[in-house]
């Protein structure tokens, strides 16, 4: 099997594009143009002018991200903490039951009476082996990538192309 070239940057392309390429250039490039043309677009930081099927796009690949380059610890750590509170909803509604409870039980470990952005972040600030621990272990489930988020969320835009805006 011949393996795909990434597609560099989002260029400007429509989202007919982006998805034409499927085939040509690996799924993940494909995801992250979307990602990046929505960041290009509404900001960096949390907007409220993204649809929820773009803050679902945005939670997916934030999780996936940051896990698979530090851990969960690095997800919890870094600017994409402001989609944990959805994420595992987001996981859900791209048909992702696994990766799902992974992300549910990392959050559980955090030991939280709610679950915000301001919580896991003072949270994080505390030394706590026993959570690293845990942390650790889920995320070498989730390095397994039995659920391809790729794929799921590259079919998760192709059908709601309308409702993602680049």
């Given amino acids: 099997m011949t393996k795909l070239p990434s597609l560099k940057d989002y260029t400007g392309q429509t989202m007919d594009g982006l998805l034409a390429l499927y085939g040509q250039v690996t799924t993940f490039s494909i995801v992250f143009a979307v990602e990046r ?16 099927k773009e803050r679902t796009l945005l939670a997916v690949q934030g999780i996936e991200r940051e896990v698979m380059n530090g851990g969960f610890d690095q997800f919890f750590t870094n600017s994409s903490v402001e989609y ?5 909803a987001a996981l859900e509604e791209i048909d992702c039951p696994k990766t799902a409870n992974l992300a549910q039980q990392a959050i559980d ?5 709610e679950v915000t952005v301001e919580a896991i972040e003072a949270r994080m600030q505390t030394e706590d082996e026993a959570r690293e621990d845990t942390l650790n272990a889920l995320d070498q489930e989730f390095f397994k990538y039995e659920e391809r988020l790729d794929e799921k969320l590259f079919a998760y835009i192709r059908a709601n192309k309308d409702c993602i805006r680049v």
């Fill in 109 to 113: 470990t955090l030991q939280l009476p």
């Fill in 84 to 88: 944990a509170p959805v994420v595992v």
């Fill in 37 to 52: 043309a929505l960041n290009l677009k509404f900001g960096y930081d949390k907007s409220e002018e993204l649809t929820p």
